[in-house]
């Protein structure tokens, strides 16, 4: 279809609005960098160092000293100005010419034409009167002197403290990104521990089910119902990263419950922890392997079963927490330490709270295994 001519010039203004926004994108970044340069600091600097030049030139000064501080001051806003403006333009330089160079040079050349420009305003401009007049070219050539000496040197103190802020900030950045990434990694480390720790649990109590299954016996049904209603309830909760010790506490009723079922006679169990703990962050399924532990290497293999008890408390001097499991089943001849789930767990405590945490194995009298877990929140 053939575009009229109104159409074409608005077809062709949107067309070249991408690019007008950019340009003018690009001046204001420009103009913002400009002013964001312009310090009160640095100003206040430039004018307390203009005032301190008056007043070391004054003796040597006939003109009155409220005059030599205003040109001082003119000088030193005007060099300030030509300093900033070099950092942001031109745009691009040679890659031989490095920008510091060219902002030296810029407040170089701006101080001897900076006071040139004041005593030409004294005279209106008269090139012959200034020339002719001894004591305006002495003034002049006094305070560009000064302003040579002392310009450049500041202008190479400034940009060194802005290289450094620039440098310092640049660490910052690169630390902060390098924590970010470190604690990403040890959240996939911790998911993968998680996801080993899980199909462990999993196959342990089906086996133990399959056990009741097998050998006829009528807790076999009603086991089974809990497991499902465990599961189903216990399923969401093993994938959560933020668990807190009463969600671990929770599960860990649930399944000395199930495992009670299977083994009414032989298991007995007292889960006791101050209200006041269970908010606090906790590793998921950390506390129900050392559970699932106990059962499993400590009561099953015990000719008369045994008792397990859960418990917790906080030292409130060293702000250390104690969590522990202890079990009086056959003790530590039968510990598997060098199990997967132990394994996992040791590494998942470190990478959650730190290598502070541990974990402490011990026999109480007169047999069986204390679990006890070490960490600060």
Same mark, same amino acid.
């Given at each position: 279809m053939?575009l009229?001519?109104?159409?074409?010039?608005r077809?062709?203004?949107? %067309?070249d *609005?991408p690019?007008?926004v950019?340009r003018? +994108?690009? !001046? &204001?970044?420009g103009? =913002?960098?400009?002013?964001?340069?312009?310090?009160p600091a640095?100003?206040?600097f430039?004018?307390?160092?203009?005032a301190?030049v008056?007043g070391?030139?004054?003796?040597?000064f006939?003109?009155?000293f409220?005059?030599?501080?205003a040109?001082?001051?003119f000088?030193?806003?005007?060099s300030?100005?030509?300093?900033?403006?070099?950092?942001?333009?031109?745009k691009?330089?040679p890659?031989w010419?490095?920008?510091?160079?060219?902002?030296?040079l810029?407040?170089?050349?701006?101080?001897?034409?900076g006071?040139l420009l004041v005593?030409?305003?004294?005279v209106?401009?008269d090139?012959r009167a200034l020339?002719?007049?001894?004591a305006r070219l002495?003034?002049l050539v006094?305070i560009?002197?000064v302003?040579?000496?002392?310009?450049?040197?500041?202008? %190479?103190? *400034?940009?060194?403290?802005?290289?450094?802020? +620039?440098? !310092? &900030?640049q660490t910052? =950045?690169f630390?902060?990104?390098?924590?970010q990434?470190e604690?990403q990694a040890?959240?996939a480390r911790?998911?993968?521990?998680?996801a080993?720790?899980?199909?462990h649990?999993?196959l342990n109590t089906?086996a133990?089910?399959?056990?009741l299954v097998e050998?006829g016996s009528p807790?076999?049904g009603?086991?089974?119902g809990s497991?499902?209603?465990?599961?189903?309830?216990?399923?969401?909760?093993?994938?959560?990263?933020?668990?807190?010790?009463?969600?671990?506490?929770?599960?860990?009723r649930?399944?000395l419950e199930?495992?009670q079922m299977?083994m009414?006679?032989?298991?007995?169990?007292?889960v006791d922890v101050p209200?006041?703990?269970?908010a606090?962050?906790f590793p998921?399924m950390a506390l129900l392997?050392?559970v699932?532990?106990a059962v499993?290497h400590?009561i099953d293999?015990?000719?008369v079963?045994?008792?397990v008890?859960?418990?917790?408390?906080s030292?409130g001097?060293s702000?250390?927490?104690?969590?522990w499991?202890?079990?009086t089943g056959?003790?530590?001849?039968?510990l598997?330490?060098?199990g997967s789930?132990?394994?996992?767990?040791?590494e998942?405590?470190?990478?959650?709270?730190?290598v502070?945490?541990c974990i402490d194995?011990?026999?109480?009298?007169?047999?069986g295994?204390?679990a006890?877990?070490k960490?600060?929140?």
């Amino acid at each position: 279809m053939a575009l009229g001519r109104a159409d074409a010039w608005r077809y062709r203004g949107c %067309m070249d *609005a991408p690019g007008a926004v950019i340009r003018t +994108q690009s !001046r &204001s970044t420009g103009w =913002a960098r400009f002013r964001a340069s312009l310090r009160p600091a640095r100003l206040v600097f430039t004018l307390c160092l203009a005032a301190i030049v008056a007043g070391v030139l004054n003796p040597i000064f006939i003109t009155a000293f409220p005059i030599l501080l205003a040109r001082t001051l003119f000088i030193g806003v005007l060099s300030l100005l030509a300093f900033s403006a070099a950092g942001q333009w031109p745009k691009t330089l040679p890659s031989w010419l490095p920008r510091w160079v060219v902002q030296v040079l810029v407040v170089a050349l701006s101080l001897p034409l900076g006071t040139l420009l004041v005593y030409l305003f004294s005279v209106d401009g008269d090139w012959r009167a200034l020339m002719q007049h001894d004591a305006r070219l002495t003034g002049l050539v006094s305070i560009t002197g000064v302003g040579l000496l002392v310009g450049p040197l500041l202008a %190479m103190a *400034a940009l060194y403290r802005e290289r450094d802020a +620039q440098a !310092r &900030s640049q660490t910052l =950045a690169f630390e902060l990104e390098k924590s970010q990434l470190e604690r990403q990694a040890l959240d996939a480390r911790l998911r993968l521990m998680q996801a080993q720790i899980e199909p462990h649990f999993l196959l342990n109590t089906l086996a133990n089910v399959r056990a009741l299954v097998e050998t006829g016996s009528p807790q076999a049904g009603p086991v089974l119902g809990s497991l499902i209603a465990y599961l189903r309830g216990a399923m969401p909760r093993l994938r959560e990263q933020a668990a807190s010790l009463g969600d671990e506490l929770a599960l860990v009723r649930a399944y000395l419950e199930l495992m009670q079922m299977r083994m009414p006679d032989r298991l007995q169990y007292s889960v006791d922890v101050p209200v006041a703990l269970e908010a606090l962050r906790f590793p998921p399924m950390a506390l129900l392997t050392l559970v699932e532990n106990a059962v499993r290497h400590g009561i099953d293999p015990s000719e008369v079963g045994g008792r397990v008890d859960v418990g917790a408390a906080s030292d409130g001097t060293s702000g250390v927490v104690s969590v522990w499991v202890t079990d009086t089943g056959v003790g530590m001849s039968q510990l598997a330490g060098t199990g997967s789930g132990l394994r996992n767990l040791r590494e998942r405590l470190g990478l959650f709270y730190g290598v502070e945490a541990c974990i402490d194995f011990s026999e109480p009298s007169p047999h069986g295994l204390r679990a006890e877990l070490k960490f600060k929140p």
